[in-house]
């Protein structure tokens, strides 16, 4: 494989190629993390107390800067003391990948250490549902606007200067209103993703519903589709696919106001458990929920994928984009799809 073929401007590379650079993606921020964590020359700017010697504060397990422990070693030498002894080590919080792998299945299995408080999966459980119904209530007002402002200018012109204006406000500022509006439960933390997604969702989509070929209104105005039924049997069949793809790249803008929306009134949730777990040092831990919060959104990403080929089986290349297409290119045997005439022109006309 030549060097210039894998820098060809808008074409597939090859399959090991692209096989490789997947695999790569993983591995080399793994590996950096690998090295940092095992191999002590790189960084290990703390040292980690087996023997502490004379040194009075030092504690078996205690960790101290490199420095300090060179100048008390010297200067305890120079005493004719008992100097401190122990290895280099990281801090406390950059714990070694095989810590946090420890942890993706010990969280799960270790007991809250006090009985009213929520088990590692039900935490999770909690901002799974937080996420799903404000995202739901964010879609089921924001998508259909949005497709509204993409075809008709009146709409786009009464709404979007409006949205414009709020979607720069950061969504957290309207915690304290929350709260005083929904209480200190669950109803604002829906209300922050709601508040976080909605006025993008409508622009979104809006540009989208624009990218639609006029050629189709055109044809459809012509055989004297108006109005709703415009809508109905042109605009939408003809944007869904691309509005599909715009929803499911949304859902990871809701996961990034998660944190800040449950730590409005009162904590709970993935947000609750981490911040316990860091209060109480258990890093590995923290790093675990992290990781399982990527795991769930790369998953969801690819099961919505996966159900968009299905649901959308005639436009291939718009229900089969992102990270499911690369994996399937990938797989035994796997393939792309190849699309075949586009009859859905001729199907929405006749549909009017």
């Known amino acids: 494989m030549r060097v210039h073929s894998l820098f060809a401007v808008r074409k597939e590379l090859p399959q090991r190629a692209n096989f490789a650079l997947m695999l790569l993606s993983f591995l080399v921020p793994l590996g950096i993390w690998t090295a940092v964590s095992y191999v002590p020359f790189l960084w290990h700017p703390k040292v980690h107390i087996e023997v502490p010697g004379d040194l009075e504060y030092a504690t078996v397990g205690m960790l101290i800067d490199r420095d300090t422990f060179a100048e008390e070693r010297a200067?305890?030498?120079?005493?004719?003391?008992?100097?401190p002894r122990g290895y280099r080590a990281n801090?406390?919080?950059?714990?070694?990948?095989?810590?946090?792998?420890?942890?993706?299945?010990?969280?799960?299995?270790?007991?809250?250490?006090?009985?009213?408080?929520?088990?590692?999966?039900?935490?999770?459980?909690?901002s799974v549902t937080i996420i799903f119904w404000g995202f739901t209530l964010s879609s089921v007002a924001g998508v259909p606007l949005g497709i509204l402002c993409g075809t008709y200018a009146l709409f786009a012109r009464l709404t979007e200067p409006v949205v414009e204006f709020i979607r720069y406000m950061p969504a957290p500022v309207f915690g304290a209103l929350a709260v005083a509006i929904l209480g200190i439960h669950d109803g604002p933390k829906i209300a922050i993703i709601v508040i976080g997604t909605l006025f993008q969702q409508v622009l979104v989509v809006a540009n989208s519903t624009r990218r639609l070929d006029p050629a189709l209104l055109e044809a459809a105005q012509t055989l004297g589709a108006r109005n709703l039924t415009l809508v109905t049997t042109v605009v939408?069949?003809?944007?869904?696919?691309?509005?599909?793809?715009?929803?499911?790249?949304?859902?990871?803008?809701?996961?990034?106001?998660?944190?800040?929306?449950?730590?409005?009134?009162?904590?709970?949730?993935?947000?609750?458990?981490?911040?316990?777990?860091?209060?109480?040092?258990?890093?590995?831990?923290?790093?675990?929920?992290?990781?399982?919060?990527?795991?769930?959104?790369?998953?969801?990403?690819?099961?919505?994928?996966?159900?968009?080929?299905?649901?959308?089986?005639?436009?291939?290349?718009?229900?089969?984009?992102?990270?499911?297409?690369?994996?399937?290119?990938?797989?035994?045997?796997?393939?792309?799809?190849?699309?075949?005439?586009?009859?859905?022109?001729?199907?929405?006309?006749?549909?009017?």
Do not use: C
């Not at 305890?76 to 100097?83: H, I, Q, S």
């Not at 406390?92 to 007991?111: C, D, G, I, M, S």
């Not at 649901?311 to 045997?333: H, N, T, V, Y």
């Open 91 to 126: 801090p406390v919080y950059l714990p070694a990948p095989h810590e946090v792998a420890r942890a993706l299945v010990t969280a799960f299995q270790t007991e809250p250490r006090r009985s009213s408080e929520p088990w590692f999966h039900q935490s999770l459980w909690h």
């Open 236 to 352: 939408v069949p003809g944007v869904i696919t691309r509005v599909y793809t715009d929803m499911r790249i949304l859902l990871g803008w809701a996961w990034t106001y998660l944190i800040v929306a449950e730590l409005i009134g009162t904590s709970t949730g993935i947000t609750w458990f981490i911040t316990q777990q860091a209060r109480y040092k258990n890093y590995e831990n923290v790093y675990a929920a992290i990781i399982i919060i990527g795991l769930i959104g790369l998953g969801t990403d690819l099961l919505l994928a996966w159900l968009g080929r299905r649901i959308f089986p005639w436009e291939p290349g718009q229900a089969d984009s992102g990270l499911l297409a690369k994996w399937r290119q990938l797989l035994p045997g796997g393939r792309r799809l190849s699309p075949e005439p586009s009859s859905t022109s001729a199907s929405i006309v006749q549909g009017s």
């Open 75 to 83: 200067r305890l030498l120079a005493a004719g003391l008992e100097p």
